[in-house]
């Protein structure tokens, strides 16, 4: 089962999504999803553990 989520949003629409199994690929996912798509106007990416209760681990731009 693969833990780490990560989604990338722009305004409500769900643009991509992607699951990893471990940590440092799902960080290393989420920084390359923030350099290459994160300066588009309204765009969120956020890394979620699935296997806790789903919650938040970073988000960027920031809550």
């Known amino acids: 089962m693969d ?9 409500t629409r769900t ?11 799902a960080e290393r996912k989420y920084l390359r999803w ?6 588009v106007n309204g765009a969120r990416v956020t890394l ?5 209760d789903g919650s938040t681990l970073k988000s960027r731009p920031p809550d």
Request: net charge neutral; hydrophobic share 35%; aromatic share 10%.
């Open 3 to 11: 833990r780490y989520r990560l989604t990338l949003t722009i305004g």
């Open 15 to 25: 643009i991509m999504r992607g699951w990893w199994p471990d940590l440092p690929t």
């Open 34 to 39: 923030i350099g290459e798509r994160g300066s």
């Open 48 to 52: 979620a553990d699935e296997t806790a």
